[in-house]
């Protein structure tokens, strides 16, 4: 079992806003940066937010993060059915002296 | 650009050991804004963070694998490797190996396409 909890699914129409939640802990989210990763099965995961808030370069402005104490959260907009796939946070945590990841949420593009 | 590509045995006996390489193109293993990190993903089930090696050769694990795990660096061949000893079936899974950008929070943001391991006599 996770110490980060997400929901197991999400899903939208395309255009559409969905947003997936990631919960913590103060020994994690609530003390360390989070960072956001589309997987499709077969490829290699991809990195879509780190320090919380923040894009690398060549991931599309409709991939946002957020931060608020132990929770985080990341928000699709303007869903496209190339978005769906698994995504996971993950966090540093301080009582385990490691990194976590969350148990990820699927997205559908309905 | 910088590629990484995981190789090794892909089917391994129970209680032996599973030894994977990640080798590191398009740039040096070396560079001190980077380390390196493993990760896996049995089947049907989410990524699970194994661990990372600093360039100083410092190394964190999971606590779950940390009795049977090892990770270290061959700036010689600018590779990267994961031993993991005493297996069982729970270690069969795709394992990545990805790069660790300390510059932007530690996020993995270059990762290998992943190599399938089979624990299994």
């Known amino acids: 079992q996770s110490v980060l909890t997400q929901p197991p699914s999400a899903s939208g129409t395309p255009g559409q806003r969905v947003t997936i939640s990631c919960s913590g802990s103060?020994?994690?989210?609530?003390?360390?940066?989070i960072k956001w990763y589309q997987h499709l099965p077969g490829t290699a995961p991809k990195l879509l937010i780190y320090?919380?808030?923040e894009r690398p370069s060549g991931v599309p402005d409709r991939f946002s993060g957020s931060k608020s104490g132990t929770s985080a959260s990341l928000a699709i907009s303007g869903l496209q059915s190339e978005d769906e796939a698994d995504y996971y946070c993950e966090a540093w945590d301080d009582s385990l002296n490691g990194s976590v990841f969350g148990p990820g949420t699927k997205v559908t593009v309905l | 650009q910088l590629q990484l590509q995981e190789s090794g045995s892909g089917l391994v006996k129970p209680s032996q050991t599973l030894s994977l390489t990640c080798t590191v193109s398009g740039g040096s293993i070396s560079n001190g804004g980077f380390s390196w990190s493993w990760i896996r993903q049995p089947p049907g089930k989410g990524l699970e963070w194994i661990g990372f090696?600093?360039?100083?050769?410092?190394?964190y694990y999971s606590p779950s694998l940390t009795s049977r795990v090892n990770i270290s660096l061959d700036r010689s061949k600018n590779q990267l490797s994961l031993k993991l000893n005493s297996v069982t079936a729970a270690d069969t899974a795709i394992y990545y190996c990805?790069?660790?950008?300390?510059?932007?929070?530690?996020?993995?943001?270059?990762w290998g396409q992943g190599t399938m391991v089979t624990v299994s006599s």
């Open positions: 103060s020994s994690n989210i609530g003390s360390n940066s």
């Open positions: 090696i600093y360039q100083s050769g410092v190394t």
């Open positions: 320090s919380n808030n």
């Open positions: 990805a790069r660790v950008n300390l510059g932007k929070g530690r996020a993995l943001d270059i």
